[in-house]
């Protein structure tokens, strides 16, 4: 097997080849050539498998003895993955579904520490950021397999999995072997080897080659910071004065006269003194100085700007999308100065960066949702033509990006069109500008070859992930039926399925059905392909390891339920927590964010209520309410339900998305929309928001039809995010108690049927700090429903479709004052009365309240429950301290003396107004 270790070639960096520096065009260089390549090892998968066992053998083994790489940030094993066990099988949790921690969060906290560092120390002292990047590191290391042994100080572990090391060694070797022959600048040494790009291992032995540079940089410095990533180095020191600022000047003070590098040699490089063969390229350290006590704006900008752009904060989609050009995003103009004259412009450059996330923007924005195709063109035209030329291959990694958006459009004719493009740009490639230290010029043409025949199974594994997500939208057979692989293998991008897990399902038939942009009616109306279709294989769920949410779950169970005959209203909440701990293999100890749950029945009601206590650690201190004021028409409602298409439009996902935004933006706790407002289609992507930022949503779902059975229904996204273990978020769905008169008989005019339930059940959510739950409209006529929350709430969320304000709206301001509460109502801004009404009195009752508009809008209040809770928890003392007080009062005699003394007492009570008998 290891004679199968093989490699394959891909570009590395392109080059212009424009020599003419003083012409200014009028586009970009898409005539780039090749100047430097990467050789990647390729291995079976057996081979591949042993590497990381064996990785996973050594990086526990060597931080038992040697303790953690602290200066290392790249490639951190998950904390769970090894245990205190001494035995290598059982000290390392094989069965987790999760290894690294996520590359861009290690990225992001490497940087933010030494951006965060500079700022702190430049308070108090000169300071100097210093980057430094290592040459190659990968091809020019020289590391001897003969002496690893002698790190493990004889441990009895270590002598047992010597025979692997043995295997893992001669991969090296046959890998530098095999490179050497066209790679210039690698050493032929006897018994060393350089790092193979695309193994495991290396993540583990690059931290431990360069564990001596890394302690004589602390050592020999005492930075403030130092860091490093890979190769990448961040180092932070206070410094004196400097008397002339320069890199030069920078790198010979600090690092070369304090035996960090060697001087300078005639290549420009320079080595680090205690492992001269790791080296650095003079022209790439950069260095930043920071004068002490000055206003430092470039550490400020670029602080905002990381913070604007990190993964994090990109979580939602851009918004903005559909109202730029791509192009105005992929190109960026350079200029001397902001003053935009002609004579200061200097070039155009492509920014693939802004590219790509305007493309994943488009997706993300496309997914479930419905829109003019014609409209899409020139966003394709753009973007085939912005990936064209040289730029075709040099941004490859942006291939199947492309590919799924173009198989997501419908648009196989261009998907196939690019594709030939980019085939034929593949073929066309030289190395006629390579540079002089790569490649051996007799190997060139070997090399090239073999780089072209990578690019093309690239290609081909790209349109193949996108035609995986739906077959007939390839267009060449050998696409179509590596698509039916990588489906069959589970590999394709899972985050663009329509329906969370729909591609674990147990059923054959998932293997013939588009995955994307599915049509949940047709779906729900057979209930027998759908109880298949949610049903999950456990094979797939084993052999598909990644981490399974707990919310994707409770959606799947969701889609199931649908039409069946169990209840909307969940009471198998522990079995889906277990199935989740299975699925990734997760500890027992781990605890259901859904504390318990308990059903109330108040038989002389004939109501029920669920009562679910989930955990919920949110740093947020306030319990602000978001109230979403957007325009929902009834003939619109019952239009969506014949014609699905029409609720899940771009321009509504935009708009949600604005409003998603805007309630991330104001630190909102609760959010609230009004009834019929939420596809069911996108719920899974409001939980990924919901369990991100910890934001709980409340809304009313637009109808799902179910052959004739349509069902309107409210739910609650409600966000736990506590400070261990997960971010989860529990979506609590219900049909509706009460509908409507009018509602059931608009409906059963156009065939469908609607059911009351036999005993109307409403969610009760107690997250340890409010306690919350949900009336649905016309729910709220009823004084049962409204009954069984009288003492029990903290505030009541009623999404609504209403005209008739005036009634609901004395019903708001008694269930106010009856139930002691807040109520937070959303109604459409068509009729208005959005409101927020506590138990107040009159000048204060109203938090907020809005009527009309045309555009879509959040309205933020602040929900003062601490203050409620406080007051209804001393009341009856309170009230029975001042009815001692009258009892004691000299100053009243006379009946005018009632309406002049004792009202100055009871004007100082505050705003809250009086429990309501019978409270408690």
Not at 172 to 182: N, P, Q, W
Not at 240 to 245: N, T
Not at 558 to 572: A, E, L
Not at 589 to 617: G, H, M, S
């Amino acid at each position: 097997m290891k004679k199968q270790v093989k490699f394959c070639v891909l570009p590395k960096t392109f080059k212009s080849i424009n020599s003419d520096t003083g012409l200014i065009r009028g586009n970009v260089d898409k005539n780039k050539k090749i100047s430097k390549v990467n050789f990647t090892i390729e291995l079976p998968v057996e081979l591949l498998i042993l590497d990381l066992m064996w990785t996973l053998f050594v990086k526990k083994i060597y931080t038992e003895h040697q303790g953690d790489f602290i200066y290392s940030h790249a490639g951190q094993f998950k904390k769970g993955v090894f245990n205190k066990e001494e035995d290598l099988i059982a000290g390392i949790d094989f069965k987790s579904n999760r290894c690294f921690e996520p590359y861009f969060q290690c990225y992001t906290k490497w940087r933010n520490k030494a951006i965060d560092s500079a700022m702190e120390t430049c308070k108090n002292e000169n300071t100097v950021m210093i980057s430094l990047d290592l040459k190659s590191f990968y091809y020019y290391i020289d590391f001897d397999f003969r002496d690893f042994a002698k790190l493990f100080n004889n441990d009895e572990r270590y002598t047992k999995i010597e025979f692997i090391t043995s295997i893992i060694s001669d991969i090296y070797t046959k890998y530098t072997e095999l490179v050497v022959k066209y790679k210039k600048g690698i050493k032929k040494s006897v018994g060393k080897s350089v790092f193979p790009i695309g193994l495991i291992s290396p993540l583990i032995l690059r931290d431990i080659a360069l564990e001596g540079v890394d302690n004589s940089i602390k050592k020999g410095l005492s930075p403030k910071y130092y860091g490093r990533y890979v190769d990448d180095m961040l180092i932070v020191v206070g410094t004196g004065p400097i008397e002339y600022i320069s890199t030069e000047e920078i790198i010979e003070n600090i690092l070369v006269k304090k035996r960090i590098l060697n001087t300078k040699n005639t290549k420009g490089e320079y080595e680090f003194f205690v492992e001269p063969s790791v080296k650095l390229q003079g022209e790439k350290v950069n260095c930043f100085y920071f004068e002490r006590g000055k206003e430092n704006i470039l550490l400020d900008v670029y602080y905002k700007k990381i913070k604007r752009n990190s993964s994090e904060a990109n979580l939602l989609p851009d918004i903005d999308v559909l109202s730029d050009s791509f192009n105005g995003r992929a190109y960026t103009m350079n200029s001397t100065d902001d003053s935009m004259k002609i004579r200061n412009l200097e070039f155009m450059e492509s920014d693939n960066y802004n590219a790509t996330l305007f493309i994943n923007g488009l997706k993300r924005i496309l997914k479930n949702a419905s829109y003019d195709k014609q409209y899409m063109v020139n966003y394709l035209i753009d973007i085939v033509n912005f990936y064209s030329g040289s730029q075709a291959v040099e941004f490859s990694n942006t291939w199947r990006t492309i590919f799924e958006l173009l198989i997501l459009c419908k648009d196989k004719d261009r998907a196939n069109t690019f594709y030939l493009n980019v085939k034929k740009e593949i073929e066309t490639l030289s190395f006629d500008y390579i540079e002089e230290d790569e490649i051996y010029s007799k190997k060139k043409q070997t090399i090239l070859n073999k780089l072209k025949r990578s690019l093309l199974l690239k290609l081909d594994i790209s349109i193949g992930l996108a035609v995986a997500l739906d077959y007939d939208r390839g267009k060449l057979k050998k696409h179509k039926i590596l698509g039916r692989k990588i489906r069959q293998a589970n590999m394709l991008s899972h985050n663009m399925v329509s329906f969370p897990l729909i591609n674990y399902s147990m059923d054959d038939s998932i293997n013939e059905i588009p995955l994307i942009n599915m049509n949940l009616n047709a779906i729900l109306s057979d209930v027998t392909i759908r109880k298949k279709i949610f049903k999950l294989d456990d094979e797939k769920i084993c052999w598909s390891p990644r981490f399974i949410h707990l919310h994707e779950l409770y959606f799947c169970v969701f889609y199931f339920t649908i039409g069946s005959n169990n209840k909307f209203v969940r009471d198998d909440n522990d079995s889906i927590f277990n199935r989740y701990v299975r699925m990734n293999c997760l500890s027992e100890k781990i605890p259901n964010p859904i504390i318990y749950d308990e059903e109330k029945i108040f038989e002389e009601l004939n109501i029920a209520r669920k009562d679910v206590v989930i955990t919920e650690q949110c740093d947020k201190k306030n319990t602000k309410v978001g109230l979403v004021n957007t325009k929902i028409n009834e003939d619109e409602v019952i239009d969506i339900l014949l014609h699905p298409a029409k609720g899940i439009t771009v321009n509504k996902k935009q708009s949600l998305y604005k409003i998603l935004n805007a309630a991330k933006e104001e630190k909102v706790k609760y959010l609230v929309f009004p009834e019929f407002y939420m596809p069911a289609l996108w719920l899974s992507d409001i939980g990924n928001f919901s369990k991100q930022y910890g934001i709980t949503v409340v809304t009313g779902l637009q109808y799902i039809a179910c052959n004739d059975r349509v069902f309107n229904t409210v739910c609650v996204i409600a966000s736990t995010c506590g400070k261990t273990y997960f971010k989860n978020m529990i979506p609590l769905i219900r049909e509706k108690n009460y509908y409507a008169p009018e509602e059931r008989m608009e409906l059963a005019a156009l065939g469908y049927v609607s059911k009351n339930p036999s005993k109307p059940t409403y969610y009760m959510v107690n997250n340890g700090k409010e306690k919350f739950s949900t009336i649905l409209c016309f729910e709220f006529t009823d004084i049962a429903s409204r009954l069984i929350m009288k003492g029990e709430v903290d505030f009541l969320c009623v999404p609504q479709l209403n005209r008739d304000t005036n009634y609901f709206s004395s019903i708001v301001e008694s269930a106010a004052r009856d139930l002691h509460t807040l109520v937070v109502q959303a109604n459409t801004s068509k009729y208005g009365d959005s409101r927020v009404t506590g138990p107040y009195k009159t000048d204060f009752k109203d938090i907020l309240k809005i009527k009309g508009g045309e555009n879509d809008s959040l309205i933020v209040g602040e929900l003062e429950v601490k203050a409620l809770q406080r007051f209804q928890n001393s009341y009856y003392g309170d009230f029975e301290k001042q009815v001692k007080k009258c009892l004691a009062c000299t100053k009243v005699r006379t009946v005018s003396d009632l309406s002049k003394k004792c009202r100055s007492c009871l004007d100082k009570k505050g705003k809250i107004k009086g429990l309501p008998p019978n409270w408690n």
